[in-house]
């Protein structure tokens, strides 16, 4: 892992209800019942975003890289629950951890990946949400609070996950 790089400290901003700070100086793991901090995220297949753009919806965030076999794997599940009745409630982006964000986009683009990725420069995100093994999906609720990390490949849209999709962001 690279050592993350200082950076300034902001102040914490209001956005649709719920409160984003800027990433502490010295990051640590952000904990389960934690606000992420925001973060500037830069596109692998669309535009760059901020992390606290998507307050007020529910956000499944996966960890990945293009060199990780079960990354790989439960790609397609992602998409599948995304573009499924069950994935109406929340958005699903992923964080690629690769060096390269040349060798991130080829294998998007040879997946023919719909959702929105992004790059993962200076592997900020990654130290943020602890993702020390990937991949690694963090369940985030509408405020911006962390609400549960799943550590390593699963099926997604399988009934069990969408059970506990369903369980974590409180929805019938």
């Given at each position: ?67 990780c076999g079960p ?41 023919n990946a719909t ?49 506990l999709i369903k ?6």
């Open positions: 892992m690279h050592a993350l790089k200082p950076f300034a400290c902001g102040l914490l901003i209001a956005l649709h209800g719920g409160l984003y700070a800027a990433p502490p100086r010295e990051a640590k793991p952000i904990d389960v019942g934690q606000v992420l901090p925001d973060v500037r995220m830069a596109g692998l297949n669309g535009r760059s975003r901020s992390l606290a753009s998507y307050v007020g919806r529910p956000l499944i965030i996966n960890v990945w890289a293009s060199w990354c790989r794997a439960e790609a397609a599940s992602l998409e599948r629950l995304t573009w499924s009745d069950a994935g109406r409630g929340f958005t699903v982006i992923g964080i690629s951890t690769d060096d390269d964000p040349d060798a991130a986009k080829k294998w998007l683009t040879a997946s959702l929105s990725h992004f790059i993962d420069a200076g592997l900020v995100l990654e130290n943020l949400l602890g993702a020390s093994r990937i991949p690694l999906t963090v369940l985030v609720d509408a405020k911006g609070r962390v609400v549960t990390k799943v550590q390593g490949a699963r099926e997604w849209d399988s009934a069990a996950s969408i059970q369980q974590a962001f409180h929805q019938p």
